[in-house]
């Protein structure tokens, strides 16, 4: 993909624009901003000393629970991403500049999410978002204000591009005119966001188990990923790390393929060989991602696709990604066979989950940028009920909190089946 030298390339234009005083505000107007290094290995990320584990933390050793509050206060040394999701723009900028002044203080990065696009969660259960473009894209204009020049990372709504308009149940979107303008409303948020000088932008990409990678891919080129960082993966998802980042590099792979490898490959993402790659077909240059088959086991075809057809681009040359370890140190649940007799909902408050590999930049694998806890660890992701019909989770025998609602015995099951085990951030000072 051309993201890095995409955005090198044109800020070498703009510069010679304007040292020649020929068109220089078109171009300065036109062109994405160029690349700022904000995510090095290097980078520290802030950690908020009011967090929600934080006050867990004093709430259980006060009441006695030393075990839990300790794990709570290991988790509250860590850093986690701040949610936006909602609010009128002035709320919006005071409260982002709040958090990156504050981050700036301590000479360290914060970690932002942008979750406020129009029809969010196809109206689930994190349903709302902003109730029109318009009003979103003031939002977002207030949301890049309030960082300004400050460093900060800005994750892009949480599937907003896995799950369009278009993907929602009961046909919302028949003429596919929702599903354009929220691509159309997420390549503005890219755009306005990474005019901030010290901004890195990543689009959120849903998860190895979601969309083929061609799919995604090209989803993520209409929404503007050429301009941005490149994108995150796993989301409040439970997806091994190792798998996450191998789907995440095909994705990577699938875009360069898309925009800078061959003529005869350029604009044909739906050719690159997904998580689904058929072994019936390995030398097709168009695999049709047609089996229903999620086995990794099967993945070293669409390995063979990507060494055959798209070889070892350099690392610079490819989009980076950022992965959501906050809740898949045991990887995804399988409830019992037999079960449920409908959908068990695997992916809400799946039980006997345990926090994954701790945040950082430094993660050793070129592609990947950073491991961030994006979901706040401890938070419900809905009353789930596993469509049983009733009212209670049968895997708690309780009615889940709603989405985003603090939930101490999630986060304390989280805490307490970390892998690793969870420790001290070694920044705490502890």
């Known amino acids: ?26 171009a300065a107007q036109a062109a994405p901003a160029p690349a700022r290094d904000t995510v090095t290995s290097a980078t520290k990320f802030y950690v908020d000393p009011n967090s929600k584990a934080a006050r867990q933390a004093v709430d259980d050793l006060r009441g006695g629970k030393i075990e839990d509050g300790l794990n709570m206060a290991k988790l509250a040394s ?15 900028r005071t409260a982002v500049r709040t958090l990156v002044r504050a981050a700036a203080l301590t000479r360290r990065v914060p970690v932002l999410v942008a979750y406020n696009i129009p029809g969010r969660d196809c109206s689930l259960y994190s349903s709302g978002g902003a109730d029109s473009s318009a009003a979103y894209r003031q939002w977002i204009d207030a949301f890049a204000r309030g960082i300004g020049s400050d460093k900060a990372v800005v994750i892009l709504e949480p599937d907003g591009l896995a799950s369009l308009p278009k993907d929602c149940a009961g046909n919302i979107d028949p003429t596919g ?38 799919d995604i891919a090209q989803r993520l080129l209409d929404a503007g990923a050429e301009r941005s960082d490149g994108f995150v993966l796993n989301i409040s998802n439970y997806q091994p790390t190792d798998q996450t980042s191998q789907y995440g590099t095909w994705v990577s792979k699938c875009l360069w393929f898309a925009t800078e490898g061959p003529d005869w490959s350029r604009g044909h993402a739906d050719w690159c060989a997904s998580q689904y790659y058929s072994p019936a077909a390995p030398n097709d240059q168009a695999p049709g991602n047609a089996v ?29 990604f950022m992965v959501d370890t906050s809740r898949n140190g045991k990887g995804p649940w399988t409830p019992q066979p037999g079960a449920y007799s409908g959908d068990p909902e695997t992916w809400c408050n799946p039980p006997g989950r345990g926090i994954g590999p701790r ?7 070129p592609l990947v940028d950073a491991y961030l806890y994006v979901k706040t660890v401890g938070e419900s992701d809905g009353s789930c009920t596993r469509n049983t019909g009733g009212t209670i989770d049968p895997e708690y025998g309780v ?12 986060a304390h099951e989280l805490a307490r089946n970390a892998e690793p085990r969870l420790t001290f951030s070694p920044w705490s000072g502890f």
């Not at 999701?85 to 002035?90: A, K, M």
Request: with cysteine; charged share 20%; proline share 6%.
């Open 78 to 92: 860590y850093p986690q991403a701040a949610w936006f999701t909602g609010g009128t723009p002035t709320e919006t």
């Open 292 to 320: 229903s088959s999620t086995d990794p086991s099967t993945w070293h075809w669409t390995d063979a696709w990507y060494d055959q057809n798209v070889g070892s681009p350099a690392d610079e040359d490819l989009a980076h």
């Open 177 to 214: 005119e929702l599903s354009t303008r929220r691509v159309a409303d997420l390549d503005y948020a890219v755009r306005t966001l990474k005019n901030g000088a010290n901004t890195s932008v990543y689009l959120d990409a849903g998860n190895s188990q979601w969309r083929a990678v061609g």
């Open 359 to 365: 945040p950082t930049a430094d993660t050793g694998v």
């Open 399 to 410: 009615v889940d909190p709603a989405a985003g609602v603090w939930w101490p015995e999630q």
């Open 1 to 26: 993909m051309r993201s890095r030298t995409f955005r090198r390339r044109t800020a070498v234009v703009t510069a010679a624009l304007t040292a020649c005083g020929a068109f220089a505000a078109t």
